[in-house]
């Protein structure tokens, strides 16, 4: 499985590579994250729950950053497990550049390999699961750096038309991706917690 995609965030190269490295914020943008801690220098232990297609599950794992250019690039080298549900690992490197004094282009190319029951489901299944995390985690990450007043200002048209996820494995249903009530965008960011022009 492979993924490549490029969205312009509204905020400041720096900003945004402070972001990526801050587990907090990282923690209220990926979706179903339950956990995240530092594991050493620049690695992490992460726990989240997950559904792709009929299999949902709980995974563990742990994501390491090399080839770290701080604040342009940086490889992250990921794997998890789920259980009966199968593993996943892979790598994602991500790019940032200036686009402007006060927005940056975010770019990154991911690839995976899954095992067990997620390797059974089919490859398109997992494939429309990653890229529905991937938008959901930006926009996640676009509302903790921009705050939740100004986060729907930096919004692409074709992210924002995303499809709205499946309940999580804990029952939560995760509101519509065109959601512009900034009152349930903090609700949401807050439930987590305790694009953009895709170019």
């Known amino acids: 499985m492979e993924l490549s995609e490029t969205y312009t965030l509204p905020v400041s190269q720096q900003r ?37 297609g009929p299999v949902k599950a709980r995974f563990k794992g742990r994501m390491e950053l090399t080839d770290v250019n701080a604040p342009h690039t940086y490889t992250i080298v990921f794997e998890g497990q789920g259980g009966a549900a199968g593993f996943g690992k892979g790598t994602t490197r991500v790019t940032l550049e200036p686009d402007g004094d006060e927005a940056t282009r975010l770019s990154y190319t991911a690839s995976a390999q899954v095992g ?24 996640n990450f676009n509302a903790q750096v921009t705050g939740p007043g ?21 029952g939560e249903q995760a509101e519509p991706a065109d959601q512009t009530d900034p009152a349930d965008q903090t609700k949401r960011k807050k439930s987590w917690t305790a694009w953009i022009s895709k170019s």
């Open 16 to 52: 945004t590579w402070d972001a990526l490295n801050d587990t907090a914020v990282l923690r209220a943008s990926i979706p179903g994250c339950d956990s995240i801690e530092a594991d050493g220098e620049n690695a992490y232990v992460v726990s989240l729950s997950a559904s792709v």
């Open 116 to 139: 067990g029951k997620l390797a059974q489901i089919g490859s398109r299944l997992v494939d429309g699961a990653a890229r529905k995390l991937a938008s959901e985690f930006f926009k």
């Open 150 to 170: 100004e986060a729907e200002a930096g919004l692409p048209v074709e992210t924002a038309s995303t499809e709205a996820a499946d309940s999580d494995a804990d």
